[in-house]
Every structure is written in C-alpha cells, then in structure tokens.
C-alpha cells in the first residue's frame, strides 16, 4: 500500500489542467492501466469543484493507491452543488463508486477508480 498523495490548488480554471497532470504522475507510477480515467475524472470533479469554490478559495485533492485501485478525493470549501446529469454521468461512467457530502469546511467528493467493467448483454 502506498501512502497517500496531497496537493492543494487554487479554486480557479486554471487548476484543472494542474490536477490532471499531477494524477498523471501519480497514475502512471502506481496504476498505468487507470491513467486515462484517472485524468478524465479529476478534470471532471475539479470543473465542478472550482465552479463551487469562492473567489481565493482553494481545492484540496488526495490519490491513495490501494491494491487494484485508485481512490481520489476532492474538498472545496464551497456550497452544495450538485453535479449537473451530463457531469454526474462522465464521472460514473469511470468510477467504480463515489460519494459527495457536505462537511463542516465545505465540500467532499470521493471516487474510486479500477480497471474497465466487463459489460455483459
């Protein structure tokens, strides 16, 4: 097990492309074959988070590799807000579970990543 990955970034756009390259390392050294879902759904949690945070806010990001797994977790410090369906929907698509709750500082998103579901007919 590895010891779990921090980093703090402005809540601004231009965090976005920061956070995905910083679970492209963390990715790529722990779990190569969950790289391209691990960019995609922090690109898609850090659009909403930075949507959510106010103006100088910052976003709070930890990746734990555990096993065949990645698990990534977003705070902010801003208001409820949900995802809308279509952003809700390309971060289900990859994620095997995730959570969101409200906490005493903000808020708290939690995905985990694995390999492809085998889709059956």
Do not use: Y
């Not at 809540?11 to 391209?36: C, F, K, M, N, Y």
């Not at 369906?85 to 959570?99: G, P, T």
């Amino acid at each position: 097990m590895h010891e779990p990955f921090t980093q703090s970034l402005p809540g601004a756009d231009t965090s976005i492309r920061g956070a995905q390259e910083w679970i492209r390392s963390i990715a790529s050294t722990t779990h190569p074959g969950l790289v391209r879902d691990a960019v995609d759904v922090i690109g898609q949690l850090m659009a909403i988070a930075v949507r959510r945070t106010p103006p100088g806010g910052t976003v709070h990001l930890k990746a734990t590799p555990v096993g065949d797994r990645l698990t990534i977790e977003i705070r902010d410090p801003g208001r409820p807000n949900e995802p809308d369906a279509d952003e809700w929907a390309s971060v289900s698509c990859l994620a095997w579970s995730a959570r969101c709750c409200r906490t005493a500082a903000g808020h708290l998103t939690e995905v985990e990543i694995r390999g492809r579901r085998a889709v059956t007919a």
